[in-house]
């Protein structure tokens, strides 16, 4: 009789191993992996790791070729670019929310400059992967300081392709790091301003220069 239990864990396992892969630039976009090595690398059977690739397909991070294996799928431009949007839309919404509020203001800035203190830290160390998350987490200081549940649980949705974009940059260009470090100072000291317009104009020059793409996109 089926493990039921046992099987969905082995397949979260295998699930949760291959989308880090792909989202730290480990597995970069193009790569055609197969079912054997997912399943050696997480000491699972191939049904486990079958099942996790059906998911990440379904979630649009690969692509199934019966008997040959799974393609990592790249990030397109457009999707670059709907992503960026997306995060400009929602982070500038939401510094709009709490704009006039000195107290929420201040919190969030001391939260930014706590995390400003950590990208130092892990960009003078190399740590590119852990500056990846720590820069998502930057940016959803601001979305959750604006107290709109939807909007967060929208953008925790974005976190890992922002992510993986973020990784893929850095990889392309380390000196990206001290870039995104002085953006990211520029975008604090608005957030403790208000200056919602002044933000949303630095956030877009700020994405489209980290992420190679044009400059102010919208």
Partial sequence: ????????????????????????????GGELI???QIAERT????????????????EGWMRLYPKRGALVVPVAPDEATHLV???????TGSL????????????????????????????????????AAEDAD??????THGDNPLLSTFYSG????????????????PDVLASIIGDHTRLTALVEQGDVAAYDDALSLHMAATHALPRGIR
């Fill in 158 to 173: 974005l976190r890992d392709r922002q992510r993986r974009m973020t990784a893929n940059s850095v990889a392309r260009n």
């Fill in 138 to 143: 930057f940016h959803t200081i601001v979305v």
């Fill in 43 to 58: 000491g699972t059977s191939r049904t486990p790791v079958r099942e996790a690739f059906l998911r990440l397909a379904a």
């Fill in 85 to 91: 949007a997306a995060r400009r839309l929602v982070e």
């Fill in 96 to 131: 709009e929310a709490f704009a006039q509020d000195p107290g929420s203001r201040a919190s969030a800035a001391a939260q930014l400059r706590e995390s400003l203190d950590r990208q130092r830290v892990l960009a003078e160390a190399g740590d590119s992967l852990g500056f």
């Fill in 1 to 28: 009789m089926r493990n039921t239990d046992a099987t969905e864990t082995s397949s979260d396992r295998a699930y949760a191993t291959v989308k880090e892969l792909i989202v730290s630039g480990e597995l970069p």
């Fill in 34 to 36: 197969s079912e054997g």
